[in-house]
């Protein structure tokens, strides 16, 4: 049995994301089909009087809905989610996390998100969209995977991560000299000897 302070907690963690859901304009429909929350769920959290007590999975499917952490979206007033929320935007209005969760087709990939949230949290736009092509062809997830597929951008991202860092110093000079001796080497459209 859940004491009074348990229960208003649980309120005002359902009011919270409820009014979060409105500030992105989904109505109850939308907001289940991109939490992957069924609908009986999210019309206890959405709404009022209506609450129950929400278990952490379905806080997490919330907070990756809301392209927030589970932390965030327990912990901060709404007033400090609303920035976060819409700085998550990018130019098209949609977060990458977001996209991922409603253009995701395939179970693998779908699993993989699933399993994955801190980490497909951290992907960007133009990942974002790497990763949904991938899907198209059946043949190159089936070859690389998810998995696979993700590592190689995690990889990627540091790679560049550090160029920018070693850019910045007095290395720079040789960082260019790799660069362009590796450059010559792969160069698209030259013959190779």
């Known amino acids: 049995m859940n004491t009074p302070q348990q229960a208003s907690a649980f309120d005002d963690l359902a009011d919270k994301i409820a009014r979060l859901v409105q500030e992105r304009g989904w109505n109850q429909e939308e907001f289940a089909r991109i939490s992957r929350l069924n609908r009986h769920t999210v019309r206890q959290i959405l709404l009022p009087g209506e609450h129950r007590r929400l278990r952490n999975a379905t806080i997490g499917a919330c907070a990756r809905a809301l ?10 007033p709404v007033e400090k989610l609303l920035p976060r929320m819409n700085e998550a935007h990018p130019a098209n209005g949609v977060a990458p996390l977001r996209r ?4 995701a087709m395939q179970p693998e990939l779908i699993a993989w998100i699933e399993r994955n949230g801190e980490r497909a949290q951290q992907l960007s736009d133009g990942e974002v969209d790497e990763l949904l092509a991938l ?7 089936n070859a690389i995977g998810v998995e696979g597929f993700v590592q190689q951008l995690e990889r ?11 850019a910045a110093t007095e290395y720079r000079s040789l960082l260019e000299q790799f660069v362009a001796l590796l450059y010559e080497k792969v160069q698209p459209g030259r013959e190779r000897s």
């Open 67 to 76: 392209g927030l952490t589970v932390n965030e979206l327990r912990t901060l």
């Open 100 to 103: 991922l969760y409603e253009k």
């Open 135 to 141: 899907q198209e062809s059946l043949d190159a997830l």
């Open 156 to 166: 990627r991202r540091r790679l560049l991560q550090q160029v920018q860092v070693i």
